[in-house]
Structure formats: C-alpha cells, structure tokens
C-alpha cells in the first residue's frame, strides 16, 4: 500500500493550486487524484470567457484556463483516470484505476471533489424518463468536449449565474432555447441579466414559474409549467436544469466526517471534524469562481505545510 504525505482528492482549480502551492513550498510528497482522464475541473466544459489563471486576469476561456492550470502542475504526481471509492475502517482510501483496486494512506488528506447541480429527482420533477434532459455540466461536456448538439429548443430551468452561461453555450452550438423559467420572483443572479438574455439573445426568463413535468415518448416534446396558479404546456426539444449546487458528499455522506447539510462542516483553517482530513474549494458548499478557490488552495498550503514542518 502507498503511503504519502498529503493526497488531495480532486484536481480541480482549488486542488491544483494547493498542489502547486505546497511544492513551491518544499512539500513534495503530494499526489493529487482525479476522477476525470484530465485534470482540470469544471472550467474544462465552460468554453466561455471569465476565467484567468490568477486573480487579475479575466480574458480566458475555461478550457485555456485548465490548460493552463495544467501546464503549470507538469512534474507533479498528478493521477489521472482514478477514483476513491471509500474511506476504510483502517482510516485509509480504497481507489479505482485502470490497474485495478488499490488502498492508499496519507498523513493529510485533502477533499477539493468540487460541487455539482441539484438533479432532476432532488428537484421532484415529474414525467417521463427521456433523452435531452440534463444539467448544465452534461450539456457544456457535450458541447464544448464532444462537440454534439443534444437539442435545438430547449428550455432552461434556473436563474442563477450558472443558469445564464447556458445561454453562451447554445449560441455556440446554434441552439435556440425557448425561455428560461424560475420558480424565484426575484433572480439569483443580477437583475440585468434578464434584460440582457432578452436583448442579446432572444430569450425571455419566466419568473414565479415552477416546472411540473417534462414530457414525450422517444424524445422530448414540451413541459408542464405552473405560474399564478395557471398551468400552460411549453413546446421544446430538451431541458437544461441548472443551478442549486451542492457538495459531491459521496465519499463521506456515509459519516466519516461531520457535515453541514451536504457539506464537509470545516474551521476556518479548513479543518473538518477528523484531524488529518481538510476540505477546500466548492467542496464547502459555497459556488465560488475558480480564482476565489485558488486562493483558497493557497491560503492551505500555507497552512499544512506550517504543520509539516
């Protein structure tokens, strides 16, 4: 079994900041797993501009950006392709890889497994079970990495940040949606991204608008929505349901660690309720841009290796 100074479960922008930041630091002993066969995170499958590889510079795309990221960690034990499927009892990491099951040990271990989309199901939205219907990392993956166009009317649920950057991603692959819809009077995003989803591309936003039921029989072929107590059926190809984050919590939903509602509950240091485990960046349950992680996986360096030394 393999054992290491510090493993940091994800390789994200918060993950390998906090990498790079420990090396810069004369930590070496550090391995980073990544579930994907690319590090990178989800600025991977965000082929919009607004990110930058620090703090000051907002002009990249999400893909230049993880190049980037990547670019910078050559050298690093960076482990692509690979899972952590569980905690063990002996307080060690049970992984998945293309060589098979292995264990793993670490005397600091680090979660930066990210964040991810409330599903369908977590949302109790009713219907058929069809093709088309997917959140808003599926639909940039599908569109910015496989270069596919899964529908060509759909409407998107949620008014978020996230919400709106579906719009940039189906002008990039010729898609029309046919409204965005929330079940909020008020967006949770700013209030001028309304008019600007009007102006530059023709889409309305429905407020105080709930999703009852997507429907079809092969494929989708409208929704049910419910407004001022007045239900109306919406014509459309697919269905983009974005935003609600919350913590990718599988590997201690089980009790490893304590939580606060699906979030590792951490100090201000980053601790969580096991003394050799932390938790950095969307992790905790708080969607932050990728710069605001990386300086999170800095601010952790500093602290860990504080502690190894």
């Known amino acids: 079994m393999e054992h290491h100074d510090i493993v940091i479960i994800g390789g994200g922008p918060a993950g390998l900041t906090l990498a790079l930041e420990l090396n810069a630091l004369g930590i070496k002993d550090v391995v980073v797993l990544e579930r994907e066969q690319e590090a990178g995170g989800i600025p991977r499958h965000c082929g919009h501009l607004g990110f930058g590889i620090d703090n000051k510079n907002r002009f990249l795309t999400g893909p230049k950006f993880a190049t980037k990221l990547r670019e910078l960690t050559n050298g690093?034990?960076?482990?692509?392709?690979?899972?952590?499927?569980?905690?063990?009892?002996?307080?060690?990491?049970?992984?998945?890889?293309?060589?098979?099951?292995?264990?793993?040990?670490?005397?600091?271990?680090?979660?930066?497994?990210?964040?991810?989309?409330?599903?369908?199901?977590?949302?109790?939205?009713?219907?058929?079970?069809?093709?088309?219907?997917?959140?808003?990392?599926?639909?940039?993956?599908?569109?910015?990495?496989?270069?596919?166009?899964?529908?060509s009317n759909p409407v998107i649920v949620g008014s978020e940040w996230v919400s709106f950057s579906n719009l940039l991603t189906c002008?990039?692959?010729?898609?029309?949606?046919?409204?965005?819809?929330?079940?909020?009077?008020?967006?949770?995003?700013?209030?001028?991204?309304?008019?600007?989803?009007?102006?530059?591309?023709?889409?309305?936003?429905?407020?105080?608008?709930?999703?009852?039921?997507?429907?079809?029989?092969?494929?989708?072929?409208?929704?049910?929505?419910?407004?001022?107590?007045?239900?109306?059926?919406?014509?459309?190809?697919?269905?983009?349901?974005?935003?609600?984050?919350?913590?990718?919590?599988?590997?201690?939903?089980?009790?490893?660690?304590?939580?606060?509602?699906?979030?590792p509950l951490t100090t201000d240091t980053y601790r969580t309720s096991k003394p050799n485990i932390y938790a950095v960046g969307?992790?905790?349950?708080?969607?932050?841009?990728?710069g605001a992680c990386m300086l999170h996986g800095r601010k952790l360096a500093t602290i860990i290796a504080s502690e190894l030394r």
Do not use: W
């Open 76 to 151: 690093l034990d960076i482990r692509t392709g690979t899972t952590v499927l569980e905690f063990t009892l002996r307080g060690t990491m049970r992984l998945h890889s293309g060589s098979g099951i292995s264990e793993m040990s670490a005397r600091r271990i680090v979660l930066a497994t990210g964040t991810r989309e409330s599903s369908r199901a977590a949302r109790l939205i009713g219907g058929n079970r069809l093709p088309g219907v997917m959140n808003t990392g599926t639909f940039q993956q599908l569109v910015y990495l496989k270069h596919q166009k899964p529908f």
């Open 171 to 263: 002008r990039h692959a010729k898609i029309k949606p046919v409204c965005m819809i929330t079940e909020s009077t008020n967006l949770n995003a700013p209030s001028y991204f309304s008019l600007g989803a009007r102006l530059a591309f023709g889409v309305s936003v429905k407020r105080s608008t709930k999703l009852l039921s997507i429907n079809g029989h092969i494929k989708v072929e409208s929704v049910d929505v419910e407004s001022g107590g007045q239900k109306q059926t919406i014509a459309c190809d697919g269905v983009i349901i974005s935003g609600k984050f919350r913590s990718e919590n599988g590997l201690y939903s089980s009790g490893v660690i304590e939580q606060e509602n699906t979030a």
């Open 282 to 290: 969307n992790v905790l349950g708080h969607l932050e841009t990728a």
